[in-house]
């Protein structure tokens, strides 16, 4: 059988080209902003991803880190009780007021109090041990090196926060927080940045470390269990990344955003690509009904725009995740936040293949009106 | 109606009709032709030959009448089953040659036998050989826009040819070539018909082609003018082009 749609479409590739181009760029686009997306809720959720803690505990009904509320002392006692729990260290966070350099005014913050002890579990693939020392030194903070030019200030700067001065001793990378700068601090530290005079001593969070082997998900439900009139919730660490990703996708109105774009990015790629395939079609449409006089089946026909039309898809797919591919690699070494995995790229592929496809079932329209009795004029 | 003639119409009426204003092509018109024979429909343009070699094809029904082809009434076949049978029996050759600007000569004949169902090897073997019969095996490989109108109308006899049809259908084969290349076109329908034993039916308003005709059809405004039987028995002569030959 002679290949029609893969010969048609290679020779005159500047008559599709258009059309693959439209795929490859509503690919790109759908695929970019699913990784921006990602990565920014990759963000609200990188105090859980960066530690090593197995669970949480925290105000109940909390949402997201942000919206933390402060936890009786007595929880750190309730968790230890358990018998599978190994660690429990308090995690502070308080929201802050950064002033560097006078020509910079003052920066809104977020102040994570941690133990900074070698074997700690806050921020503990963000913040290797050695550098986490350097916070047992009073008024020193650590930030992301990202978030440097924010503040206005190189390592061993300094600056007033909530009133205090505090030193910048070291900046690590993978803490760009969404919508602010994190500040990294010892818990003796962040005690004495809280301007709530109240709760000085109360923190928000308790994260815990399991013995190895010990299934979260049952310790979490025993401890739940053995303390019935608790003032303290607990999650695992899935559970909590998840909370966090699922109130900026809900409650934000982001996932929103998202739902809609991609809409309109299906939309343009269809109507962009559907009417250069139509356009591509029409040229031929005398070839076309020659073939159907000679006996080619209408379906036969059919069948041949939509190889074309799957055609397009499949180079403007290849093309796409190069451009991608590319922008992405620029992306991280910007430390724009990005991420996606397979899954996210699979959609992505099925998408765009579905808007040549759907492209290609309204070029084969453009056969409807095949009528090979007008070719004998 | 007998159903020994090749093809057959009987009575055959076609109307067109623009808002209110009718205009009837064909009127009762009845035509039988025979297979070995190639058949020359001439009239001036608007005299309904154009609509008569369509609805002999089975690419337009005709408001009244039969058409009784290969002793099969064409009015009584749904548009797929009319597919087949355009499939399986019959080739067109049109004033515009349609070939497929991405295909090589070759190509454009194998195409419609891939719809045939025949394999690979043999549409490209039986391709080669109807490019032969009409005087391209040396220009296979060529695409559309390497070749001269001539030959591009070679080519789309050959893909006719291709599928050995019974039925042979041309319409105004010629309007778009000069007086060498017409020759060598109408004298290979006829070597189609004579070799093959096709029946082949060609429309034109080039009174010129009379000459390698076996019978000659004039009509006009629809209706049968004369119909006259040539006594031509010589085989037409095959095709070599002195420009291939050198």
């Known amino acids: ?377 | 109606m007998a159903t020994t003639h090749a093809l057959a119409a009987d009575g055959i009426a076609k109307a067109y009709s623009t808002g209110k204003i009718q205009t009837r092509v064909l009127d009762g018109l009845s035509i039988a032709l025979e297979e070995r024979e190639l058949a020359l429909v001439l009239g001036p343009s608007g005299s309904g030959k154009s609509t008569l070699l369509a609805i002999l094809s089975g690419l337009l029904r005709p408001d009244r009448g039969h058409v009784v082809a290969l002793g099969e009434e064409l009015g009584k076949m749904s548009p797929p089953q009319l597919e087949r049978f355009r499939l399986h029996h019959t080739g067109f050759v049109f004033q515009g040659f349609n070939l497929f600007p991405a295909l090589t000569a070759v190509e454009q004949v194998m195409l419609p036998l891939g719809y045939m169902g025949i394999d690979t090897r043999n549409a490209q073997n039986r391709a080669l050989a109807a490019l032969e019969e009409v005087g391209l095996g040396s220009r296979v490989h060529l695409r559309p826009l390497e070749m001269s109108g001539g030959e591009k109308q070679r080519v789309a006899i050959a893909r006719a040819l291709a599928k050995k049809p019974q039925l042979l259908f041309a319409d105004e084969p010629t309007s778009a070539l000069d007086s060498v290349n017409g020759k060598i076109v109408i004298d290979s329908l006829h070597r189609i018909a004579r070799v093959f034993g096709a029946t082949v039916v060609c429309v034109s308003h080039d009174h010129r082609l009379a000459a390698s005709a076996d019978r000659v059809i004039t009509i006009a405004d629809g209706l049968i003018l004369s119909d006259i039987v040539r006594s031509n028995d010589a085989l037409p002569p095959s095709v070599t082009l002195p420009e291939l030959s050198t």
């Open chain 1, 1 to 377: 059988m002679v290949a029609l749609a893969r010969k048609t479409l290679f020779y005159e590739w500047r008559k599709f080209l258009p059309a693959a181009l439209a795929v490859a760029f509503s690919g790109l686009l759908l695929l970019m902003q699913a990784a921006l997306m990602f990565g920014i809720f990759d963000s609200a959720s990188v105090y859980v991803n960066t530690s090593t803690a197995d669970l949480w505990a925290g105000y109940p009904g909390t949402q997201t880190i942000e919206l933390g509320r402060p936890i009786p002392r007595d929880t750190e006692m309730s968790l230890r009780m358990d018998p599978d729990v190994v660690r429990v260290e308090p995690f502070h966070w308080i929201d802050g007021d950064w002033r560097g350099p006078a020509d910079r005014g003052s920066v809104s913050v977020f102040i994570s109090g941690i133990d900074a002890s070698a074997d700690g579990l806050m921020f503990a693939q963000a913040i290797p041990a050695e550098m986490r020392r350097k916070l047992f030194e009073p008024d020193s903070v650590i930030v992301d090196q990202a978030d440097l030019p924010k503040l206005g200030l190189a390592i061993g700067g300094s600056a007033i926060l909530n009133g205090h001065r505090v030193k910048i001793v070291a900046a690590c990378s993978g803490l760009r927080a969404l919508g602010g700068v994190n500040i990294v601090t010892s818990l003796a530290t962040a005690r004495r940045l809280n301007s709530d005079s109240t709760d000085r001593d109360k923190v928000a969070y308790y994260v815990v470390k399991l013995r190895p082997g010990a299934n979260p998900d049952q310790v979490r439900d025993r401890i739940e269990k053995a303390w019935p009139g608790r003032r303290f919730t607990v999650w695992t660490k899935a559970e909590f990344a998840h909370t966090a990703a699922t109130y900026w996708m809900f409650e934000t109105g982001a996932g929103l955003g998202f739902v809609f774009f991609t809409f309109v990015v299906f939309i343009v790629g269809t109507v962009i690509t559907s009417q250069t395939l139509v356009a591509a079609v029409a040229s031929h449409v005398r070839e076309y009904a020659m073939l159907n006089a000679l006996g080619a089946g209408r379906g036969a026909l059919r069948r041949v725009v939509l190889e074309q039309a799957l055609w397009v898809g499949g180079i403007g797919v290849i093309v796409g995740a190069i451009v991608s591919a590319l922008l992405m690699l620029l992306a991280r070494s910007q430390s724009v936040p990005t991420a996606f995995d397979a899954t996210a790229a699979s959609a992505c592929v099925v998408l765009v293949l579905t808007i040549a496809l759907v492209s290609g079932v309204m070029a084969v329209r453009a056969l409807s009106h095949l009528e090979p009795a007008n070719l004998l004029r």
